[in-house]
Structures are given as structure tokens and as C-alpha cells.
């Protein structure tokens, strides 16, 4: 009997944003969860994310933003994923992200949006819902 795939995740943190407490604590989640997860660590430009990504044949692309600056790097990484063939995948984002930015987020393709108050679980289970083909 084959083992069915892993679910792999990029975690990145953009920009100079240099809050990381929260990105390790969700990457400790996912991996508890039976994901194998790939953190990228801090001060990712959108090239760096994007390269990361398709190099690793990643399901779920998530960024941990913090600092205020996600809607433009988004904006720029959405092309570059998009240009790598990397747009089925499952993008998510979580962080200080204000109410207002959700629509936007979801207009530039993120499906799973998860303000810094969102319980672990609810980010898990939205991946394994959402992740077609794979095991956790």
C-alpha cells in the first residue's frame, strides 16, 4: 500500500517585518499536524518566496505578516507565483491583518486569511480541507 503525500508548506515572513514568535508557533502546529513545513525565516523578498516555492513543489504557500506591508508585497508575489505555475496551489496568509485588507487578500488569490487572533486548529483544519490529494 503507498503512503499517500505529505502535505508541504512554505512559511514565509515578508519584508522587513522581524516578528517571528507567531510564524514559529503556527510552523510547530502544522508540523505536529503531520505536514512537513519549510520556514523560510525572516526578511523574504516576493522573488525569494516565490523561488522557495516551486523549488520545494510546495501545496500550501503561507506568509506571517506582522508589520503592516502586505497588501504591495502580495501584490508582487501574486505575479510571481502566478508566472511559476504556482497559482492552484493554496495560498494563506495570517498576521496583523485589518479587517479592511481581507477582500483585497482574497481578490489577490489568498483563500485562507487568519488574523493573529485565530486559534491553531482552525488554521490546520483549513489546510487539510483545502489541500486536494494529499494527507496531513
Known sequence: MTQA??????LAKPGLDGHDQGAKVVARALMDAGM????????????AVARVSLDED???IALS?????????????????????????????????PRQ???????????????????LDDIVNFIRTHVQGATP
Open 58 to 60: 510546495a501545496d500550501v
Open 36 to 47: 512537513e513545513v519549510i520556514y523560510t525565516g525572516l526578511r523574504q523578498t516576493p522573488e
Open 65 to 97: 505578516s506582522m508589520a503592516g506591508s502586505h497588501i504591495p508585497f502580495c501584490e508582487k508575489l501574486k505575479t510571481l507565483l502566478e508566472a511559476d505555475g504556482l497559482d492552484d496551489k493554496l495560498w494563506v496568509i495570517g498576521g496583523n491583518l
Open 5 to 10: 503525500k505529505r502535505i508541504k508548506v512554505v
Open 101 to 119: 485588507d481581507h477582500d483585497r487578500l482574497h481578490a489577490l488569490g489568498f483563500r485562507g486569511i487568519f488574523p493573529s487572533s485565530s486559534k
